[in-house]
């Protein structure tokens, strides 16, 4: 086994909890969610899908005093965003009755998770407006009041960090500035959910999206929404069907969460995402925090010492994640990315689904070399990864 370095593309390993309730509901419980009576099976299900619920409410400080009913659980963080562009996209259609419709603002530094959505919304009658970030990947504010003084929008949507060059935005001025003119802020926070403390109450967010495997360290095909109370009776459901519930209802229920949740959910997933929970609130986002810091820093003073070398984004560890964009002079990225493999180490090179972002940076078309650290990394792992550049690279550098 390698040493794994991309955990901006997922997180690993997971604590040893998750695959064990993961394991466990599947060879010892397996009942669907509310699609039984009130064997104990049917009640275990039930359980653990609520109390991940209720620990996804007290993780993000939802509203209503924390209320589980606003937890939407959604196969991924794209599915969530898609959830709420689309759907609050139909809902303001249908309120003006004519094209244009939703007018939305998003950052230059965004994911396709973002962007695909909004260009798609764009070609059938959104008005979408690109505000430009600066070289390193960050977003000022005074970007966004300056268009705020001119225009009107129904939604900005973006995200907490960069994929690809770990910038971190000022979401606290950001959220400020939204609320000031009553602008709806949806906050994609696949870098950040499980690294940085949030707070969509304090943020007034409209919707928060989160994906389960990355930071939160639960499995893949775990995801969802944090929703804001009028906002989330605002947004049209795009998928309609069973929810276990209201079954006398041939129309989709408008109670959550049965309004975003129709068909059977990932629930082995939900079980591992709810013992990822456990364990992150046993060992509390703050060490989280400090250790990935303390990670970075030393990986960024080792990195800094090669010739030759393109950092991405922030130069410090000052307003960053340890997800580093790195391109050495003459040296294809995904050429050194595959050496890399060879000598055992994961990484990922490319756009990382991130055109716009690398367009920001400059690194488009050719893109770059991500390492991402995780909680689970370690400093001899870093030493390991420096003296393999070394020996790809050669003397030169």
């Known amino acids: 086994m390698g040493i794994y370095l991309n955990n901006a593309a997922t997180s690993w390993p997971k604590p040893a909890e998750v695959a064990e309730a993961m394991s466990k509901f599947l060879l010892q419980g397996g009942a669907n969610l509310a699609r039984g009576a009130n064997s104990e099976r049917d009640l275990e299900t039930l359980n653990f899908v609520l109390d991940c619920r209720f620990k996804l409410a007290e993780f993000f400080n939802g509203y209503e005093d924390q209320d589980p009913r606003y937890i939407t659980f959604c196969a991924n963080i794209t599915e969530a965003l898609n959830i709420v562009l689309r759907g609050y996209s139909d809902y303001i259609a249908q309120r003006r009755k004519a094209v244009p419709g939703m007018k939305v603002l998003t950052s230059s530094m965004e994911h396709n998770a973002v962007m695909r959505p909004l260009r798609f919304l764009e070609q059938h009658g959104v008005i979408l407006k690109v505000l430009p970030c600066e070289p390193d990947g960050f977003l000022k504010p005074e970007v966004l009041e300056r268009e705020l003084k001119f225009n009107k929008y129904d939604l900005m949507v973006m995200s907490h960090a960069s994929n690809v ?233």
């Open 165 to 397: 060059s770990g910038t971190v935005q000022d979401i606290e001025r950001i959220a400020e500035i939204c609320k000031l003119n009553k602008l709806n802020l949806v906050l994609d926070t696949a870098q950040t959910a499980g690294v940085l403390k949030l707070d969509v109450k304090k943020l007034n967010l409209a919707a928060l999206c989160f994906t389960g495997h990355k930071g939160l360290m639960g499995p893949q095909g775990t995801g969802g929404v944090v929703w804001r109370p009028d906002f989330a009776a605002q947004v049209t459901p795009i998928i309609s069907g069973g929810t276990g519930s209201f079954s006398h209802l041939e129309y989709q229920p408008e109670d959550l969460p049965d309004k975003f949740e129709s068909g059977t959910p990932n629930l082995p997933g939900i079980a591992g995402l709810n013992a990822a929970l456990t364990w992150l609130n046993k060992v509390g986002i703050d060490n989280i925090k400090n250790r990935e810091h303390e990670l970075g820093e030393y990986f960024l003073n080792k990195i800094k010492n090669f010739k030759n070398l393109k950092l991405s984004g922030k130069q410090d560890m000052t307003g960053r994640l340890a997800v580093f964009s790195i391109n050495f002079d003459n040296y294809d990225n995904g050429v050194l990315a595959d050496e890399l493999s060879r000598l055992g180490f994961e990484t990922r090179p490319g756009l990382h689904c991130s055109p716009s972002a690398h367009k920001t940076l400059n690194t488009f078309p050719a893109g770059s070399l991500r390492v991402s650290l995780g909680y689970f990394n370690n400093f001899n792992e870093i030493d390991k990864f420096i003296e393999a550049l070394n020996k790809i690279l050669g003397a030169d550098n």
